[in-house]
Nanobody
Framework: QVRVVESGGGSVQPGGSLRLSCAASGNTDRINLMGWFRQAPGKEREAVAAFYVNTNAKYYADSVKDRFTISRDKPESTVYLQMTNLKPDDTAMYYC???????????????????WGQGTQVTVSS
């Protein structure tokens, strides 16, 4: 079993920055994909960024490209999401997710991931 716990959310003005952290524990050797998702009130959960553990290949949603960066501190099994130039549309609950190897589903599919955190709120407002 794998457990993921997010932290680092908060309130920030437009143009500001935040860094989210995701601590993974348990059988982390089973994981080959780590991702960040977000969900705003009344909207579906959407993929933000992800990376494949073995290849370090990284993927981003078009809406956050060039503003968000996903990275990993391997020894600590921690994944980060550095968010810059935040916009009001970035306001959402942000979730970290982890996935075991599986064929077929893309990195951005909610169903691709088996393990989810409880989420951390990000609010961008003036």
């Amino acid at each position: 079993q794998v457990r993921v716990v997010e932290s680092g959310g908060g309130s920030v003005q437009p143009g500001g920055s935040l860094r989210l952290s995701c601590a993974a524990s348990g059988n982390t050797d089973r994981i080959n994909l780590m991702g960040w998702f977000r969900q705003a009130p009344g909207k579906e959960r959407e993929a933000v960024a992800a990376f494949y553990v073995n290849t370090n290949a990284k993927y981003y949603a078009d809406s956050v490209k060039d503003r968000f960066t996903i990275s990993r501190d391997k020894p600590e099994s921690t994944v980060y999401l550095q968010m810059t130039n935040l916009k009001p549309d970035d306001t959402a609950m942000y979730y970290c997710a982890a996935a075991e190897p599986r064929m077929g589903a893309t990195w951005s599919a909610v169903t691709r991931y088996e393990y989810w955190g409880q989420g951390t709120q990000v609010t961008v407002s003036s």
